[in-house]
């Protein structure tokens, strides 16, 4: 069955370093995998998606993910964090196979200290 | 978050009642589900249905009962609420399969359940 480890659920960076968001995968077949942000009390919001197009990913508001099959990672990343990226990131797969829906890592949580 | 609708956004229930959350979407989608999110737990896949009259069971089904009698609706039931049952709930639904690279998945806001 596929699945996804978020390798960190709470990473601490300063506004305007770099943020590292590791995620690690496990999928039988090349996976279709994604990155959603939820600020507090709120929805969830589509960051990127990897579709086996390219393996760098751009998303919105800065941020990238680049999907390494040889390490079964699809970490994300931003070169400057701001105040406003502070909030919940979830790494998800969607099974290669079947209709079972997507499945969802545990969450890592951002904070950006000023 | 446009196209699925989700009531209510909150609500408090007491042990042993039960309850509907609502979720219609107006897309034509076939492809809806629904997810439980709790603190470290990420969002947990409950029921989810791929079209009308066809729904199939997810990660965390027990004390929940789904039906899918219209491509618009996917209410979820709770058939007698317990504590642990307090949690965000989600909607999502697509127009196909998940992984589709031109598909776009929708979720709608969350509905806050309080069981007391």
């Known amino acids: 069955a596929q699945s996804v480890t978020q390798l960190d659920s709470h990473v601490s960076v300063s506004e305007g370093t770099p943020v590292l968001l590791r995620c690690n995968y496990s999928?039988?077949?090349?996976?279709?995998l994604f990155w959603y942000v939820q600020h507090p009390n709120k929805g969830l919001q589509l960051l990127l998606k990897?579709?086996?197009?390219?393996?760098l990913v751009k998303g919105i508001n800065g941020f990238e993910a680049e999907f390494k099959k040889s390490e079964t990672s699809f970490h994300l990343t931003k070169p400057s964090a701001h105040m406003s990226d502070a909030a919940e990131y979830f790494c998800?797969?969607?099974?290669?196979?079947?209709?079972?829906?997507?499945?969802f890592g545990k969450g890592t949580r951002l904070s950006v200290i000023a | 978050n446009a196209g699925v609708t989700q009531t209510p956004k909150f609500q408090v229930l007491k042990t042993g009642q039960s309850m509907t959350l609502q979720c219609a979407q107006d897309?034509?989608?076939?492809?809806m589900s629904w997810y439980r999110q709790d603190p470290g737990m990420g969002l947990r896949l409950i029921h989810y249905?791929?079209?009308?009259?066809?729904?199939d069971q997810g990660e965390v089904p027990n004390g929940y009962n789904v039906s899918r009698s219209t491509t618009e609706d996917f209410p979820l039931r709770l058939l007698s609420a317990a504590p642990s049952q307090t949690s965000v709930y989600f909607c999502?639904?697509?127009?196909?399969?998940?992984?589709?690279?031109?598909?776009?998945?929708?979720f709608g806001e969350g509905s806050w359940l309080t069981v007391v």
């Open positions: 990897y579709t086996s197009a390219a393996t």
């Open positions: 998800v797969v969607s099974p290669f196979s079947g209709n079972t829906p997507l499945v």
């Open positions: 249905s791929v079209g009308a009259g066809i729904t």
């Open positions: 999928s039988s077949y090349s996976p279709s």
């Open positions: 999502a639904s697509a127009k196909g399969a998940y992984r589709d690279p031109g598909n776009t998945i929708y």
């Open positions: 897309m034509n989608h076939e492809y």
